[in-house]
């Protein structure tokens, strides 16, 4: 099947959809996973994949200052703002 055919489903009863197993792999979404659904007008709903807090704690791994740095900026900006 093409990349961009498209898989039509149907929604049940009480609004549930099953989205098909090779859209899921597609789309990266996995059995647990979050998602984030949006009305984007008649007929068009956009959905995606909400990463873990555990995938962006690594995304960000090392990029971030640590908190003993922050501490530190935050103080010295508290004594600034006192000495007005």
Do not use: C, Y
């Not at 007008?41 to 090392?62: T, V, Y």
Request: charged share 35%; net charge negative; no cysteine.
């Amino acid at each position: 099947m093409p990349e961009n055919e498209m898989t039509i489903v149907k929604v049940g009863r009480r609004g549930t959809l099953v989205i098909p197993a090779r859209e899921r792999r597609r789309a990266g979404i996995e059995e647990g996973d979050h998602v984030d659904v949006v009305s984007e007008g008649p007929g068009i709903i956009i959905m995606r994949r909400i990463p873990s807090l555990k995938e962006i704690q690594e995304r960000f791994k090392g990029r971030l200052p640590q908190w003993s740095d922050l501490e530190g900026l935050a103080d010295q900006l508290l004594n600034e703002e006192l000495r007005i």
